[in-house]
């Protein structure tokens, strides 16, 4: 069974550009959610998409955004980059129909503002 | 506020040590604790996940508790080997239907030859 996968695995942008990740979920999974990892600050959730609804929003600011498509998988935009944005995002996937919850983690976007 | 703290930071023992890393929470609606595993620069691989209703989890070489009335979960590592080294996370997610995981900062394993 494949797992959560993401592309692109790098991008480089430079201040006040505009960045799209995107993140295909495990197969049967209908919840998405985002976390960034930036240096020094740990990880932070983001965002959490189920059923092509956002559901959740962590304390970031609306230049942080995204969507949920009907085949469950998921695309985050971040506009007018700023420096402290560089960081890894991952993304992860639930079926939250299952007892546990269990969020499964992809490989990540390594996202670097110049 | 839920916060997640993981004591220590870092952490380096020989091969073949077992060792103990430390998570405390403040959630007292916990629903499930993970454990993760991240190598430098890469995504997550979990660990283990305990249900609040459950008070440990085995895997292998590894064993997970949880005890809600103190806050508290500990992985415990048995016959550490250099594989093993990592960044250790905690992450536990409420039951107050967030879904978001909230996660402490990790513990740097190194285990050497």
């Known amino acids: 069974e494949a797992g959560v996968t993401q592309s692109p695995t790098h991008l480089i942008k430079t201040r006040g550009q505009q960045a799209t990740l995107r993140c295909s979920p495990i197969?049967?999974?209908?919840?998405v959610y985002w976390y960034q990892q930036a240096l020094g600050l740990g990880l932070q959730f983001l965002l959490w998409?189920?059923?092509?609804?956002?559901?959740n929003r962590g304390n970031f600011p609306p230049r942080f955004s995204g969507r949920q498509f009907p085949n469950y998988s998921s695309e985050l935009n971040v506009n007018a980059l700023e420096l402290e944005d560089s960081a890894l995002y991952l993304c992860?996937?639930?079926?939250?129909?299952?007892?546990?919850?269990?969020?499964?983690f992809g490989p990540g976007t390594r996202l670097t503002v110049l | 506020k839920q916060e997640v703290t993981q004591i220590p930071a870092a952490l380096s023992v020989p091969e073949g040590e077992n060792l103990v890393l430390n998570c405390s929470f403040t959630?007292?609606?916990?629903?499930?604790l993970q454990w993760f595993r991240q190598d430098p620069g890469k995504g997550l691989t979990s660990l283990l996940l305990?249900?609040?209703?459950?008070r440990e989890q085995t895997s292998g070489r590894l064993n997970a508790s949880l005890d809600k009335s103190s806050g508290r979960s500990t992985l415990y590592i048995a016959a550490s080997q250099p594989g093993d080294s990592a960044t250790y996370l905690c992450?536990?997610?409420?039951?107050?239907?967030?879904?978001?995981?909230?996660f402490g900062k990790g513990t740097k394993l190194t285990v050497n030859p």
């Open positions: 992450a536990e997610l409420s039951g107050g239907g967030s879904e978001k995981l909230v």
């Open positions: 959630d007292s609606a916990i629903y499930n």
């Open positions: 998409y189920d059923e092509g609804e956002e559901r």
């Open positions: 992860a996937s639930s079926f939250r129909g299952g007892v546990y919850n269990e969020q499964f």
């Open positions: 197969s049967g999974h209908t919840s």
């Open positions: 305990i249900q609040s209703s459950q």
